[in-house]
Structure formats: C-alpha cells, structure tokens
C-alpha cells in the first residue's frame, strides 16, 4: 500500500485526530471510573447524522460485553451509528447478564441525548476484567458529555481512551482525489497488543468520505491487515479489542469503485500510524523493532515466521541488549511451521548481512550492534524460497519494566 | 500414566543417573571450550556392548550438526549405539560443512578409542549458535575422557552438559516386574525449554531393559509427549534439541508386550523428573507452575490450551507478582483457538475457585493469592465442553531476571 497507487489520489498528514474529518464531535471528560481524581475515563464520539459504521472484533473466545452489544448493534442497523462511548478503567469483562445490561445502558443514554435509536450506539471498554462498572459515575457522565460535544475535542477522547499508555495517539490524513477531498482521522489505545487485563487495543476511525456500510466494512479489514493486524507486543489477544470505524459523507466525496482504493489508502495511513505508536507505547518498551520478512512461498507464511519472530522473547530480549544475535532469529524462523531451506535464507539488522548460505558473517556484528542500539532497529530475514511472500510485522523489546507493570499491576 | 498400572509392575525411585543402569560407563572433563577453568565442557556416555538407541530431535527447521550427524547415525545402525559424546559451550549450529566435519569427528574419535564403527557413535552440542568447534581442544578431551570411563562418573556427564542451568538434572528409577528388575536412569540440561543461543534442551536416557531399538523408540516418543513435550520456559524450539535412549541389556529382563508399560512407566518417570528440573531451573524463573487442563474436545485441545496458558507473558507476570489474576488466564484459554464455552469454564488457582459460570469469585482471591507466593503453584482451568481431554503443562514465572540473562548474554 503506497501513497501513489496510480497517482490517482494523493495521502498527506493532516492536524487532530478522530474529529479531523468534518461532521464529528467529541467529548470527554473524568467520571470517576478511574480513582485518580481528574484522570479521563469516558468519552463520546458523535456523527452530526447517521454515519456509516464499520467495526472489527476480537477474536477471543471471551468477548467483553460491549463488543457483544457492538456487533449486535451494528447487525441490526446494517452498518449505520450516530455515536460511540467509551470508558476506560474498566473492560466489562466477564461480567455476566449485568454487564451486558451496562452496556446496553451506556448505549441507551447517548441514544436519549442524542435523540436517536439505541442500535446507533456503539460501545466499547478497556480497563481491568472481571469488574464491574460503576453504573452511579457512568451514566452521569455519559449525560454531561452528550451535552458537551465539540469538533475541538478529538484530542481530549485520545487521552480519555487511555489505560497504561504512557502517550495519546492520534492521527489524520487528507486524501486528494480527482473528484475532491476527504479526510480520514483516527485515535487508538493499546500499550500490549493486547492487555487482557487492563484490557486491550482499541481504534476509532473516522471519515467525512459518502460510503456505503458495506463498504467501509471491507475498506477497514483491508486496511487493518496490514496495520492493527502487524502489530504484537506480547502475543495476547485481548477480550475487548475493537476497532470503529465511522463515515459522515460530509466532505460530499462519494466512494465508488474508482475511488475505493483511495478510501483504504486513507484508513490505512491512519491506521498504520496508531498502530506503530501502539508499539512505540507497548509495556516497558525502549525500542520499536520493524521486522520485515521477504520471499517466503505465501504473504501468510511471510506473516507467520514474522509474527514468530517478533514474539520471541529471546529475539525481544536480545534487542533490549542490542545483541545482534541473527542465531536467534534464525531459530525462531525455523521453528514457525512455515517451509523455506535455512541455508537459501539471509538475516540482516539494520540492513547490515549477518547470516548467508547458512553460515554467519560475524565480522559485521559490531556494526549491527551499534543499529541495534537506536530506539528503532530493524530486523530483514530472506528465506529465498522464490515464492515472493512478503510480510511486516512490528513488535517493541522486552524489558524488566514489562515484568514489572505485569507482575504489579492490580496490586 | 501412573506407576500402578495393573499393578504388575512398580516404580520406584533409585539413586544416580545415566550410569544407574547396568551396563554404562560414563566421563566428563574440561577440554576449554568454556573460557571459564575447570568448567566442565565435555562428555562421553558409553555402554559396554552395542546397546538399543533411540532418539527424539528437535523439529526445527535449523537444525545443527550434531542432529543431523546423530539422526543419520541412527538411520544407517537401525537403532544401535556404543556411545554419546556431548559437548557443552558451543552449539555447532549454523556452522555449515565445517559444522557437520567437526561433529562426525567427534564421533570418530570416541568409535576409535572404543573400537567401534563411527556411525554407533551418537553426537550432541550445546552452547552459543553459528561458534565453530574448537577441535584442537575437544580431540584431545575426548582421547582423555574415552580412557576415563567409569560408572561412578555419571554425576560428572550431568554437570559437564550444563550451560545457564543453575544445577544439574539426573534421576533414576527401579522398575519391579514378576519376570526381574531393570533399571532407568537419565540426564538433562536446559535452562529455557529452548535456549536456541545457549543451545537447549538434551536428555540422555539408559536403561539395562533388553528391548529391540524399535520398541525403544516407540516407549521413547510416548514417555516423552507428557515429560519433554509437555513444558515450556519461553516458548523456543532450538536448533539442538535432542533425547537420546540407550538400552544395554544387562539386567536381561526383556522387554515383550507385557512388559511393553513397565518400560514406558520408567522412561516415563525418569523423563518427568528431568522435565520438571529443566522448568524448576527456567532461567530467571522463581516459580514452578503446574497447569492442569481438563475436559476439552480432545487430548490435543487440553494440551493447545494448557500451552497457550504456559506461554502467556501476563499470566507468566502476574504469578510471578503473585496475582491471581484469572482474568489473564480466561482470556489465554480464549486466544488459544481451541472451541470451548467460556460461561461453562472454570479456573482453579491453588485449588481455590475464581472463576465459574462466566462470573469471578474475587472473594477467594486473598486465599489464591496466598497460594502464588509459595515456590510450586497450581493453575487448573475446566473447560466444560464434555469432550474429556485433559492435559498437564509445566512451566515457570517471567521475571526481570529471565531479561537479563537473555539481554545481557554474550556481552
């Protein structure tokens, strides 16, 4: 995905976040979720009218009860929201027939400000599982944001989504086409891919492009794959994980087939921008590690052995330590389940050759360690199976700080 | 497998290790592949007469070359063995054709010294990946030691294959039959379940059983699925993984159908404990953590979940800050792409009840956590789908300690 593809359409970094596009207003605000007196824990994304609305789910087994009424709301209304709430603090998790009804709650009192059916709402949570939600501080608040929107509040809603972030993300873009602009804006939290306990990677888009649900729907998974799907700081999937994305149609852009690759160019740019700064943020991490793996026999074996590779704990470790040690790499390649021959494939770091034809080039490690030891390093592996699978993943160090956060927190 | 099997046979356990048998002599020195004086870095196992081999190797797509030395020997044999000559502090992997020379001449050296074909010579290394032999040091150790053989020495052979690993691995048992009484014994090292840069996990098994290498080999795989396969540290499969079976004979009890369990139940036994000492010795590790998973679809979906648990970096976190925190676990058992109802799902820790029906008992969390701090804690999930499969997993916490072993090492 380059921001060329047919010189059709042109992506450029635009200001703000999930109110950057135009027809969107958000607010946010400290409910009391949170104990930490003033610390954000809620906020509302709302559209000016009925937006199209596309969501993407985790898939865990144990799914919260917001994206149990997320994916029924969506459902119902083929794709159409006027808002969505978020808190954070608590996941809603495994919170039985109570949290469900929270959620629905939640959803039903945006509906009421807002004046539109309860279907329109979408919800969503990230926090600790297992407790409830202090329905007594949410509904009140919920109330005084639905009453405070404002197209100058994006940013707010990035600090507002925030568990143990140690930054707000937000991003946007403008696409130019030949038949107008739009924008395309979006905030994430996540600070491990997934956080089951603090809860998890969430994403807002938004869009003021005219788009038909169904496809915005395909436009958000194609834009995901190679972005929210790239990412992993510890391998764990989440029970809340989401992302939204929503169309207001305001900017009068209309996506069809010609424009639809600009469409997911936009979602793409944004996306790949939040979820890099997931990682850059991950839990402890020191370093973002982009691991790019080329020529294997599929883009999925590709992913696989990239994926292995980035969840390795003695790679991440080894990275933390600015060791090149190309041994590790090539044996958690070797133990991905993917077919290639060890001794076709080549290991760079920082594009520095460290391992070819099976043998190592250890003379150039002191140079691969001085890479290893800026805040973003590389990591290319070449399996040289010819079948031109090629795949980027991107992963953070591991550390003791990430034991630490984990192994304290809740305590 | 327990060891009261039709009760026609008993286990019990014996003092010593792979010499414990009847028929084996073994040696161990320092020849100077570790830097470190008098480190023991060598060994030879040896049996008297050609014994039944066997030998299970890593699955790796990089495999070293003492794997591919050893799995050939095994081929053109068909499961006979003199002797295993081991050597600590260097891999031998991704060493290229200097690799597989260096290996076969190890094995040349002991069949000289012992009077035997190069190919009854079995060959494993363990150490730092893509470092070549230093040959001028490792002949004249295995001259020295093939001339040292002794059967008390087998305590020696357990010290002299450690790398990272806090204390050596060795165990034996008696196996009692109505038709005589044979003897398992075995040694292991490995401090990550996989340490592809260290090296990895060998075990080296003897028994005075008189079996055929075929039966050996199939007693070998079914006692190593609930020993050797069934833990992890970190998740790694190296490149020099192996476990080797050696049977002498000696004790003249021959292994037929009948007593086809018995042998499994002493290889079995023998490997659990290795298994187990391997986990206890995790790097960086405080705890043992066994976890029990029961009723799933089937045996490989308990195994699947269990391992899933085993490796999760936030479960691994929070019993090593002794949180009970079943959250982590649910939303483990979640991701592990197993089919199960998680409102039908328990999860035990210590014993004590934190999770059923879809809702926490986050009243007994106090007692759970009380369980965490002690040194062997107990994880047991039920996943209620009716199937029956159960499965156990050993592994060990993540601590700050594990990052700095594996940060830090061959700095």
Chains 1, 2 share one sequence.
């Not at 107008?180 to 990677?201: C, D, H, L, Q, R």
């Not at 590690?289 to 292995?308: E, L, M, Q």
């Not at 040690?325 to 021959?341: C, K, L, P, Q, Y």
């Amino acid at each position: 995905m380059s921001t060329s593809v047919a010189s059709m359409f042109s992506v450029t970094a635009a200001t703000g976040g999930v109110t950057a596009p135009e027809g969107f207003t958000a607010a946010g605000l400290h409910c009391g979720i949170k104990a930490k007196p003033g610390a954000l824990d809620l906020c509302v994304l709302a559209a000016q009218a009925p937006a199209a609305a596309a969501g993407l789910f985790t898939t865990n087994l144990a799914q919260a009860a917001p994206v149990t009424v997320s994916k029924r709301h969506l459902d119902v209304t083929l794709g159409r929201a006027r808002a969505v709430v978020v808190n954070s603090g608590c996941a809603n998790a495994c919170t039985g027939e109570d949290g469900l009804l929270n959620a629905r709650q939640m959803a039903a009192e945006v509906a009421a400000a807002l004046g539109c059916p309860i279907e329109e709402v979408l919800v969503a949570s990230t926090g600790v599982i297992g407790v409830g939600l202090k329905m007594d501080k949410v509904v009140p608040g919920i109330r005084q944001a639905a009453v405070s929107l404002d197209r100058g509040q994006g940013g707010v809603m990035a600090q507002a989504i925030m568990t143990t972030d140690p930054f707000p993300k937000e991003h946007a873009v403008t696409v130019k086409t030949p038949r107008g602009t739009f924008t395309v804006g979006g905030t994430a939290k996540g600070s491990g891919m997934i956080e089951p306990n603090m809860a998890t990677m969430l994403g807002f888009l938004t869009t003021d492009a005219k788009v038909e649900p169904a496809v915005l729907q395909q436009a958000l998974r194609a834009s995901a794959d190679d972005t929210f799907n790239a990412i992993t700081v510890d391998g764990e999937c989440s029970t809340n994980d989401c992302v939204f994305a929503l169309a207001s149609g305001a900017s009068g852009v209309e996506i069809d087939e010609d424009l639809y690759p600009a469409l997911v160019a936009g979602l793409y740019q944004v996306s790949r921008e939040l979820a890099i700064s997931i990682v850059r943020g991950g839990e402890g991490a020191t370093k973002l590690i982009t691991i790019v793996v080329r020529d294997a026999r599929t883009v999925a074996d590709a992913r696989r052995v990239a994926k292995t590779i980035a969840n390795s704990p003695l790679v991440k470790t080894a990275v933390h330590g600015a060791d090149p040690n190309w041994g590790r790499i090539v044996a958690a390649a070797g133990r991905a389940g993917v077919s290639f021959d060890v001794n076709r494939a080549t290991v760079r770091v920082g594009g520095i050759l460290l391992f070819e034809n099976g043998l190592p080039h250890d003379d150039n490690a002191p140079k691969a360690a001085d890479h290893l030891s800026l805040k973003d390093v590389s990591i290319d592996v070449h399996l040289g199976t010819g079948g031109g699978g090629d795949a980027t993943v991107w992963t953070c160090d591991l550390t003791a700080e990430y034991v630490k956060i984990n192994g304290e927190y809740r305590t």
